[in-house]
């Protein structure tokens, strides 16, 4: 894929060379729009196949051994879909820290380190150990009775949102143009619907607001389907499929971040050389 997009050229020196001395320096030069293109076509590919993938052999049980179930399962921390939703943030931390030490804005320097927390976060699943931690030490009940989903939104989504609100404010101002600009609201949007999704996947069974079970009592042969095509209760089906869906949407959302990025690291690195001899 990089390969494509790398070109080696030969650089002569200013003066001519000479038979003792021939032509010095090598120059890569990266075709920074097919690079970002196949970036996003890639993760993209590779979202759609950890969907597959989940629906035919995690759920579906094509292959009902649970080693490779577990791999494969899309809504569990140690699959290999989190593996990829994290390297690829941490990819996304890295190209802000290109971009800043071209830019010099430290804008790019806040959000790298940012994106760099939150890959280390989606690796060792810090925030929800840390809300864990909370409800051990902390009264649970208490808690629930003004917020009945899960212990990490209170903690962890106020400033998580904050940064949101700082990305998109930054990019929108340094990408300057109207089709990044766009690309990076449909992150945010699909970021704060992997979310919303999040907190109706928190709720308890009993809880009013369980869309799950309100789906399941209004359309009864969903459970005669679940039943025969997973061998489990349909809510258990839609909890499973709404946490693949969430997933999908976060990992996308980073794919086109990623793509905007890459895309402006090449605006602002266009005079930007590297040599070697």
């Given at each position: 894929?990089?390969?494509?997009?790398?070109?080696?050229?030969?650089?002569?020196?200013?003066?001519?060379?000479?038979?003792?001395?021939?032509?010095?320096?090598?120059?890569?030069?990266?075709?920074?729009?097919?690079?970002?293109?196949?970036?996003?076509?890639?993760?993209?590919?590779?979202?759609?196949?950890?969907?597959?993938?989940?629906?035919?052999?995690?759920?579906?049980r094509?292959?009902?051994?649970?080693?490779?179930?577990?791999?494969?399962?899309?809504?569990?921390?140690?699959?290999?879909?989190?593996?990829?939703?994290?390297?690829?943030?941490?990819?996304?931390?890295?190209?802000?820290?290109?971009?800043?030490?071209?830019?010099?804005?430290?804008g790019?320097?806040?959000?790298?380190?940012?994106?760099?927390?939150?890959?280390?976060d989606?690796?060792?699943?810090?925030?929800?150990?840390?809300?864990?931690?909370?409800?051990?030490m902390?009264?649970?009940?208490?808690?629930?009775?003004?917020?009945?989903?899960?212990?990490?939104?209170?903690?962890?989504?106020?400033?998580?949102?904050?940064?949101?609100?700082?990305?998109?404010?930054?990019?929108?101002?340094?990408?300057?143009?109207?089709?990044?600009?766009?690309?990076?609201?449909?992150?945010?949007v699909?970021?704060?619907?992997?979310?919303?999704?999040?907190?109706?996947?928190?709720?308890?069974?009993?809880?009013?607001?369980?869309?799950?079970?309100?789906?399941?009592?209004?359309?009864p042969?969903?459970?005669?389907?679940?039943?025969?095509?997973?061998?489990?209760?349909?809510?258990?089906?839609?909890?499973?499929?709404?946490?693949?869906?969430?997933?999908?949407?976060?990992?996308?959302?980073?794919?086109?971040?990623?793509?905007?990025?890459?895309?402006?690291?090449?605006?602002?690195a266009?005079?930007?050389?590297?040599?070697?001899?």
């Amino acid at each position: 894929m990089a390969s494509a997009a790398l070109r080696v050229v030969s650089q002569s020196s200013e003066e001519p060379p000479t038979v003792a001395e021939p032509a010095t320096g090598v120059e890569l030069r990266v075709d920074w729009r097919r690079l970002s293109s196949r970036v996003l076509l890639f993760c993209l590919a590779a979202q759609v196949a950890f969907v597959l993938l989940d629906y035919h052999i995690n759920y579906g049980r094509l292959i009902d051994v649970g080693a490779m179930r577990r791999l494969l399962n899309i809504a569990r921390e140690d699959g290999l879909a989190s593996w990829f939703a994290s390297t690829q943030t941490l990819l996304i931390g890295l190209t802000l820290l290109a971009i800043y030490a071209v830019d010099r804005s430290r804008g790019y320097l806040i959000l790298a380190v940012a994106f760099l927390y939150m890959a280390v976060d989606d690796g060792a699943q810090l925030h929800e150990r840390f809300s864990s931690t909370f409800d051990a030490m902390a009264d649970r009940s208490t808690l629930a009775a003004w917020f009945p989903s899960y212990t990490w939104h209170v903690l962890f989504l106020p400033p998580f949102a904050a940064l949101g609100l700082y990305l998109l404010g930054f990019l929108w101002r340094k990408l300057g143009r109207t089709r990044p600009r766009l690309l990076l609201v449909t992150a945010m949007v699909s970021l704060a619907t992997a979310v919303a999704l999040d907190f109706f996947e928190g709720l308890e069974e009993e809880h009013p607001r369980n869309v799950y079970a309100a789906a399941v009592s209004r359309y009864p042969s969903l459970d005669a389907w679940s039943e025969r095509r997973f061998g489990t209760a349909a809510e258990e089906t839609l909890r499973h499929f709404s946490k693949s869906i969430e997933e999908t949407l976060e990992m996308g959302a980073m794919s086109i971040l990623w793509f905007v990025l890459l895309g402006h690291l090449g605006s602002v690195a266009r005079d930007v050389r590297l040599r070697s001899g």
